[in-house]
């Protein structure tokens, strides 16, 4: 049952084929056997998610039913969770143990799911493989060799390989989209303001945003339910009343109109991936839906603001790692400014320090106008694009990333690993929800397909990957190795 | 070589919201270190600002009360700098748009003339924690109870050109914000504290000089011996040929100097951007009217009232108004006893002197408003003089009982009865022939010598009035 949708898992338990400690037990079995390879968890919590899937089925035998009640997730870990290990993958938090629970973590428990687990990310968010977190990379369920994309590489390779039936990412600039097409997933970033960032530890304050990954746009939905809607410890979340995002998945998609960038097709787009995606807008095309090409103009210029905006931002909310109230803080520090620079140079990893240095320059007296200011202006122009885009079509689609998961270790370059998320930092600039859904398979890697909607339009987004979903398999598809391990033929 | 003095002062004032800028923690002051400090206050990882509205009425209030541009989309900004007691490594203040935009002061100085000084902005930002260095050895403590409090900066033109403009400015500023009820303001307790920028030019220049900043002086005598030490210092450079350099002083008081703190090399640049956790606060018309409609009187407004009304002279009415409670008080010393002048007198020396002397506020009087009115009304109706009503005001000190009781359990009550006074008259005119004879040659002035013997007689008890008349008409 483990490699089930969360919707196939709820109604097995609503039905009584299944209780909730079975399949907590079978996935805390399923981590035991695989973490120690895939790296996808930094805290497994098997006493208190037994608990948990405990108290789930009882519950349920006093009458209880909700869509996820006792299904099993994990949580990224830089969600804040009450009384367990909170690092955010940097070792400047190895041992921080948060006294409060993020407002996503909050509402999860209060639809009575079960935590599983923490899961290994970029560290602070800030990567594109997965690489850059104190608690070593993580692997590619579909080949081991290969990284699972970042920074919610853990929660994407966890989906992918069963070891829970849904997790939360966070996506500043295509960290939910680019994983999950890297391990085959869905994963879904929705609107700046549509889910609480309260307890979720901050990279860039007007990117971030939470979001689900899982097996189906259905799951994805079912999470959405739950994390979305107003909340007031967080300044920038919308009150917007939260629809029930399964309520329009069926919707025929005839008559849809499709964007397609032409910047997303240009060059850089490996080959399979172009056909991967030229397929599956055939195969919209079959169900009614038009396509029309659309002008991103200033696209090209998202990579570079984002690496202004980001860090300039990171480089601020980054400065309370000072070790003077809780973190690591550097031994015997002679003094003030030596506590600082050994706490900082000592617990902050390279891509971190990097990333804080050029935010830290970007904001400097004297070039503030040329970037910061300068960046600034090119979200509202990059914004523009998608709004007079959005006049002519329902929907843009186009790749999640150019091309499949690449070889662990063979990035060393930082800019061509900035350069990772060509496709979906825009989507993060102009605020916007936008999905990855798998759509094919080359070379024994998957593949990604990016749908991106109107703001506040994640039901629109969720309907086109459904429909999408209901008439292909790739969603379905497996590594081999994975299949092996759930001892299926 | 003349030299004229260009003075700047920033002012900070600790709004009195219940709870901080930006968290839900008490403001309370007094507190056990580190019991009013939230996970937010304490910038634990995911925690996030929002914003107290109560600070931005009592800003806009502020804006209202001094006339200023109140500003319809104020922004925070980040101001990023290292420090044990700024948990977040940043500050959040108002850069480019802050809520209260330009406005303007009236003070009045010793010479009675009204000096018109220019408020450039204020804005709103949260307060630092503190750090402790004394009570633990070869460490700091840091105590966040402070951090995050709601402060406002009151920005003021470089307008001022003395010691004695600036504490005039700096005692206008403090009236209005205790009128407006917006913060305690108490310079001793660190809820007002004031930076002075200071410069000197030769005389009649248009460019400012090189200017040094003094931080944090806690009283208005500092702030005006600071300024005079400082001018004296910049002048003695000047004058040696040297140059002043821009940098952040201190003033010491026991040495009534001022020293370095920090040097250029060091200046922070403190990259502020707009502050993504926080929207922009907008605000309308109607929010400001709304404001402005629950402004109280204010202190130029009452002191006109109090000329009008109660025939005062301008300077007293300039005392009076010189605090809320004292106005309030006043005004019903004034309006009960029926004698607004013999209040005014009363309230602003006898009341005024009492209470300095004691270093007590008007909250700490023991003469309520309310005796003192009886005091005076029992001038008015010749149950007592005005100088044994000098003495009751002594016992009513210590002695909680009725105004009436007093006079009467001290024997203090004025003697009307003319046959009393006849006795008093007769045998004063009787044990002073000589006097008596310099008044009937038509020495006039006698009068008060005999009126004098009289009151002693009577141990300050007969009726003044009744003796004069009586004493003439005898001597006639």
Known sequence: ?????????????????????????????????????????????????????????????????????????????????????????????????????????????????????????????????????????????????????????????????????????????????????????????????????????????SLDQAGPLAKSAEDAALMLNVMSGLDKKDSTSIDRPVEDFTASLNQPLKGIRIGVPKQHFAEGLSREVEQAVSAALTEYEKLGAIIKEVDLTNSHLSVSAYYVVAPAEASANLSRYDGVRYGYRCEDPVNLEDMYKRTRSEGFGEEVKRRIMIGTYALSAGFYEAYYRKAQKIRRLIKDDFDRAFTEVDVIIGPTSPHTAFKLGSKSDPVSMYLEDIYTIAVNLAGLPAASIPVGIANGLPMGMQIIGKYFDEAKILNVAHQFQQHTDWHKQKSPAITAANGES | MEWETVIGLEVHVSLSTKSKLFSGSSTKFGAQPNTQASIFDCALPGTLPVFNEEALRMAVRFGVAIGAEIGKRSVFDRKNYFYPDLPKGYQVTQLDFPTVGKGALTVTLADGREKVIGVTRAHIEENAGKSLHEEFSGMSGIDLNRAGEPLLEIVSEPEITCAEEAVAYL?????????????????????????????????????????????????????????????????????????????????????DETSSMRSKEVANDYRYF???????????????????????????????????????????????????????????????????????????????????????????????????????????????????????????????????????????????????????????????????????????????????????????????????????????
């Open chain 1, 1 to 205: 049952m483990i490699n089930s949708t969360v919707a196939e898992i709820s109604a097995a338990l609503a039905a009584g084929d299944i209780s909730s400690v079975e399949i907590t037990q079978a996935y805390l079995d399923r981590i035991a056997t695989l973490n120690g390879e895939l790296n996808a968890f930094i805290t497994v919590c098997e006493d208190s998610a037994l608990l948990a899937a405990k108290a789930a089925d009882e519950a349920r035998a006093n009458g209880l039913d909700s869509p996820l009640l006792g299904i099993p997730l994990a949580h990224k870990d830089i969600f804040c969770t009450k009384d367990i290990l909170t690092t955010c993958g940097s070792r400047m938090l190895h041992d921080f143990v948060s006294p409060y629970n993020a407002t996503v973590v909050e509402r999860f428990n209060d639809a009575g799911t079960v935590l599983l687990g923490k899961t290994n990310m970029d560290e602070f968010a800030m990567g594109s493989s997965n690489e850059t977190s104190f608690f070593g990379d993580v692997k590619n369920p579909w080949n081991t060799e290969y990284v699972p994309g970042g920074s919610s590489g853990g929660s994407a390779a966890a989906v992918a390989a069963d070891l829970c039936a849904m997790a939360t990412g966070t996506d500043t600039g295509g960290s939910i989209r680019q994983p999950a097409a890297f391990c085959g997933v869905t994963g879904m970033k929705p609107s700046y303001g549509r889910v609480s960032r309260w307890g979720m530890i901050a990279f860039a304050s």
């Open chain 2, 171 to 255: 005692k206008k500023l403090h009236t209005i914000i205790r009128y407006l009820d917006i913060s305690d303001a108490i310079m001793a307790q660190g809820s007002m504290r004031c930076d002075v920028n200071v410069s000197i030019r030769p005389k009649g220049a248009t460019e400012l000089g090189t200017r040094a900043e003094i931080k944090n002086i806690n009283s208005f005598r500092f702030v005006e011996k600071a300024i005079h030490s400082e001018v004296a210092r910049q002048q003695e450079i000047l004058e040696d040929g040297g140059r002043i350099i821009q940098e952040t002083r201190r003033y010491n008081a026991d040495k």
């Open chain 2, 274 to 476: 707009p502050e993504p956790d926080l929207l922009p606060v907008v605000i309308d018309d109607e929010y400001i009217a709304a404001v402005t409609a629950q402004l109280p009187e204010l202190p130029d407004a009452r002191k006109a009232r109090f000329i009008e009304d109660y025939s005062l002279s301008n300077y007293d009415a300039g005392v009076l108004v010189s605090s809320r409670e004292l106005a309030e008080y006043y005004e019903i010393v004034a309006t009960s006893s029926g004698d607004s002048k013999l209040a005014a007198n009363w309230v602003s020396q006898d009341l005024l002197g009492l209470l300095n002397k004691n270093n007590w506020e008007i909250a700490d009087s023991p003469i309520q408003a309310e005796r003192l009115a009886t005091l005076i009304a029992r001038i008015k109706d010749n149950t007592i003089s005005g100088k044994i009503a000098k003495t009751v005001f002594e016992s009513m000190i210590s002695d909680e009982s009725d105004v009436d009781a007093i006079i009467e359990s001290k024997g203090l009550k004025q003697v009307t009865d003319s046959g009393e006074i006849e006795k008093l008259v007769l045998e004063v005119i009787e044990k002073n022939p000589a006097q008596v004879q310099q008044y009937k040659d038509g020495k006039e002035q006698v009068i008060g010598f005999l009126v004098g013997q009289c009151m002693q007689l009577s141990k300050g008890k007969a009726n003044p009035a009744q003796v004069n008349e009586l004493l003439r008409e005898k001597m006639q």
